[in-house]
């Protein structure tokens, strides 16, 4: 089955970068972002294009990026700045101007090697590590005020609340259209693979907002079309859920190699795939709600929370593992990514309690380890169709 | 055979004993007399790795044995695990912090700060009669158990294996989260998942982004300093005042003014008057942390500044110093060169950035001593952005008189590693002296390899 939308996506994805091009002659500005916690609302309200900064996968890039950036920092962030220094993405290539946070230490680094060897203009947003006392919201405020002072110095104009409220709109329609589409992957008779849907939330970075609701509501139509009522169930014995790093546009070494091993994906907590737009509720139509309305989102891993037994990210993922009838987690942490790679052990131990297995891969974007990933993820799928059958000979 | 072990000369005994006590926090002191007969007695029975002619100990310890305060330093760095296990029989409260972060607020709530290399000391102290093989190979093995259960990815473990299994006896870690480090906030976390309950946990943010420009940054920070203290109290059971802070700031600024004073002494000199090591570890006393005790450390500081002004003055040169040695400056979190083997291949190190930025920032007396402190924290030029942080290290550079830099970080310090080749850039670009950056490799283990390319530096010098 296929869906006929998702042809329109990839089609208006090629065409894209000449869109931007245009529309820079014309005299918009792109603003490329990455962070968790970049309130990405704001940038639209303020009449730039926003487009997502999240590229991976490409080893060549990665050494380039490590010239400047140094060896021993993430494979991700390696790349971004290789990509920088290249200046060939056709993303890129169209940015104005930076909009980085500090969600992960990494991340702004970043952000400062870019402006120091490339020129950027950047403007980053700080983001307290104590996210959840209140004192840490109250600092917030004050920094995504001061975040979107210096963005309107750029735009040249001021933020009204009725544009700012009709973007909080919009992202919102996009979010809870998103939710729908996800739904569908997991379900019987996988009218959508969970890999369709994770390229079409990505698309998202990219496109037009505006047409890319109608693109969103369209393919829910077509999916409502195909399967009325989707029921998630465990319908096959490898339903596999990825947590950990981020996978970006760019990579797709593990997704492909847990296809291959026979693996059915239904479900993910990455913050390049569903997590971001879950769970986001804005309070109140300013730079402070929209901020806050972020920063109350399930945190991510590259903040430190310090009880085990009230941590949001591992109740999420709770949540989402058990509304996705997933049978076990690959994780995946990539090479210095340290939020990911520092709770790899406990979250194995979190989930071992409730019965559920996890395999950390580790991995850059480098093709040597390709087999050995290929592997231990073979063993992983074998491992828990046999714990499935056996469960299932129990039940009978 | 035995491995041939490094003496005290009794040649040196008679002016030793002419020097001070060392007067430490419960009043205590000790005399010339009883740290001589540990250094040449009681110390090489239990360390006797420390004392073991061997040329790949990293920092062999003071033989400068006219200079009685480095003698001092080295009695204080012997004596620390015993130390600490006697401070907390005595119920004294002692809290694991960052490396790069002064230690006001700890003192003022009567708690031990010690930062990951002191944990580690701690714990390696508690054992003894080892060589440094058998030294070596114990600290791979804990190490080896901390990556395990942490991630093989932490540049620095900080002891967790030991804090968690109750060997050492830490009772809150509670860090500043400064971006240098980009370990130990997530290091902090991993104690959530340990077997040890008791040991509270805070990390005290530090924003970003000079911040030390906007009012409600340095508010955000003071607030996280009132949360350090009260969380400190509830561990010592006493109540912490705003006086009891403003002593502390007093206290811990004579640290920082008279390691101040001292660095730039020794740099004012043409002939270097002490050796690597020993300046490091004279300088670094300005910080009153390096020791597990904030008195002793001043005692031995100022009595520091004396004995080097003399030296400066009489044109005396330290020990195993070489004639014209090519001087170098470091940069780089948490890690330094082989003070002892560079001397050798003809340099000496005049400086490092570590350590020397919160050092050289004095603390504002008057007014709200958390407003103050926490203004001259996110002040600390290390944790300034890239131009900045590099001006102010020319800066030292400069006053130094440093030929060569080097900026050596850390396997697994990310957040160092990624700005390396920026700040080398600057320097280069706008002092022209030569520079190298140095990757340390897994587990900072010091080796060959490493040291062949900084003797190649320093041949190129
Ligand atoms: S979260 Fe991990 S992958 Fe993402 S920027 Fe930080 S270190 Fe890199
Ligand atoms: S070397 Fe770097 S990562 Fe390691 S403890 Fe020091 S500052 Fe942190």
Redesign the pocket.
């Known amino acids: 089955m296929s869906i006929q939308t998702l042809e329109i996506i990839r089609k208006r994805l090629e065409e894209r970068p000449e869109e931007l091009r245009q529309a820079r002659k014309n005299g918009h500005k792109v603003v490329g972002w990455t962070g968790y916690n970049v309130p990405e609302e704001i940038v639209h309200a303020l009449g730039f294009i926003p487009v997502r900064i999240a590229l991976g996968g490409d080893d060549r890039l990665v050494e380039v990026g490590a010239r400047y950036a140094s060896s021993k920092t993430c494979v991700f962030i390696r790349e971004i700045v290789g990509a920088f220094s290249e200046n060939k993405d056709p993303y890129i290539q169209q940015t104005d101007i930076l909009a980085f946070d500090a969600t992960c230490l990494q991340n702004y680094r970043a952000a400062e090697v870019i402006e120091y060897f490339f020129k950027k203009d950047v403007v980053v947003l700080a983001v307290p590590r104590n996210f959840a006392e209140d004192d840490a919201k109250t600092y917030f405020v004050h920094e995504a005020n001061e975040f979107t002072r210096l963005l309107e110095e750029r735009a040249g104009r001021l933020l009204d609340n009725a544009t700012l409220g009709e973007s909080v709109a919009l992202y919102n329609d996009i979010r809870k259209t998103l939710k729908s589409i996800y739904t569908f992957q997991a379900a019987r008779d996988n009218v959508i693979s969970w890999e369709e849907v994770y390229d079409l939330i990505q698309a998202g970075d990219l496109l037009d907002k505006k047409e890319y609701l109608s693109l969103l509501q369209q393919t829910l139509a077509e999916l409502t079309e195909l399967q009325h009522n989707p029921v998630i169930e465990a319908d096959c014995d490898s339903r596999i859920f990825i947590s950990g790093s981020l996978i970006p546009r760019g990579d797709r070494k593990l997704i492909s190699i847990i296809n291959l091993a026979g693996g059915r994906i239904v479900g993910d907590d990455l913050w390049s795939g569903i997590l971001p737009h879950l769970d986001l509720d804005i309070k109140e139509i300013s730079p402070a709600g929209v901020a806050l309305g972020y920063l109350n989102r399930t945190p991510h891993a590259a903040l430190p929370y310090l009880d085990l037994e009230s941590d949001r990210r591992l109740k999420k993922l709770h949540e989402l593992l058990s509304q996705s009838r997933a049978h076990g987690v690959i994780y995946h942490t990539l090479r210095y990514c340290d939020p990911f790679t520092f709770k790899a052990k406990e979250t194995k131990n979190v989930l071992a309690k409730s019965g559920i297995p996890l395999l950390e891969i580790h991995t850059e974007y480098a093709g040597s380890d390709y087999e050995a990933m290929k592997t231990r993820v073979e063993a992983f799928i074998e491992m828990i169709r046999i714990k499935s059958e056996l469960v299932e000979e129990e039940a009978a | 055979m035995g491995k041939q072990l490094f003496r005290y000369s009794e040649a040196n005994k008679e002016g030793f004993l002419d020097s001070d006590n060392i007067t430490f926090n419960d009043g205590s002191i000790v005399t010339p007399e009883e740290i001589w007969h540990y250094l040449t007695v009681e110390g090489p029975v239990k360390y006797p790795s420390a004392f073991e002619v061997n040329l790949y100990q990293g920092n062999r310890g003071s033989r400068d044995e006219t200079l009685p305060t480095s003698l001092k330093t080295r009695y204080l760095g012997l004596t620390f695990s015993a130390r600490m296990e006697k401070a907390k029989d005595n119920g004294k409260s002692i809290a694991f912090i960052q490396?790069?972060q002064a230690v006001d607020p700890y003192t003022a709530a009567d708690t031990i700060a010690l930062r990951?290399g002191l944990v580690n000391q701690w714990n390696n102290g508690l054992e003894y009669g080892n060589d440094i093989n058998k030294e070596n190979l114990r600290r791979k093995k804990s190490k080896e158990k901390a990556f395990h259960d942490m991630s093989f990815e932490a540049?620095?473990t900080g002891g967790y294996e030991h804090v968690q299994a109750g060997n050492l006896r830490i009772d809150v870690i509670a860090p500043y989260t400064v971006l240098?480090?980009?370990?130990?906030s997530y290091g902090v976390e991993a104690h959530r998942h340990g077997p040890n309950k008791d040991v509270k946990l805070l990390n005290v943010d530090f924003p970003l982004r000079n911040q030390a420009d906007k009012p409600w940054a340095i508010e955000y920070f003071a607030g996280n300093l009132r949360r350090l203290v009260h969380t400190l109290d509830e561990v010592t059971g006493r109540k912490t005042t705003e006086d009891d802070l403003l002593k502390a700031i007093k206290l811990h600024n004579e640290g920082r003014r008279l390691g101040t004073e001292l660095a730039e002494l020794w740099w004012s000199a043409d002939i270097p008057p002490t050796n690597s090591d020993d300046r490091a570890s004279l300088v670094s006393l300005g910080n009153l942390e390096t020791h597990g005790d904030v008195q002793a450390s001043l005692s031995v500081l100022k009595e520091a500044r004396k004995f080097i002004a003399e030296r400066v003055k009489n044109g005396v040169k330290g020990h195993a110093v070489t004639d014209n040695p090519k001087r170098l400056f470091i940069l780089g979190?948490?890690?330094g060169i082989n003070g002892s083997r560079s001397e050798d291949a003809g340099a000496i190190v005049v400086g490092r950035d570590d350590q020397w930025s919160h050092c050289s920032s004095l603390v504002e007396e008057e007014g709200d001593p958390y407003y103050n402190l926490a203004k001259t924290t996110l002040e600390y030029p290390y944790e300034q952005g890239i131009e900045k942080r590099a001006q102010w290290t020319i800066e030292q550079i400069r006053k130094s008189r440093a030929d060569g830099v080097i900026f050596i970080?850390?396997w697994?310090?990310?957040?160092?590693a990624a700005i390396s080749r920026p700040i080398v850039d600057i320097i280069k670009r706008e002092t022209g002296i030569p520079t190298y950056i140095h990757e340390r490799d897994l587990h900072g283990l010091r080796d060959e390899q490493e040291q062949n390319r900084v003797n190649a530096f320093i041949e190129m010098l």
Do not use: M, W, Y
Not at chain 2, 180 to 184: A, E, L, M, P, T
Not at chain 2, 412 to 416: R, S
């Open positions: 490396g790069g990951p540049c620095q240098r480090c980009s370990d130990v979190s948490c890690v970080h850390n697994g310090c990310n957040t160092q």
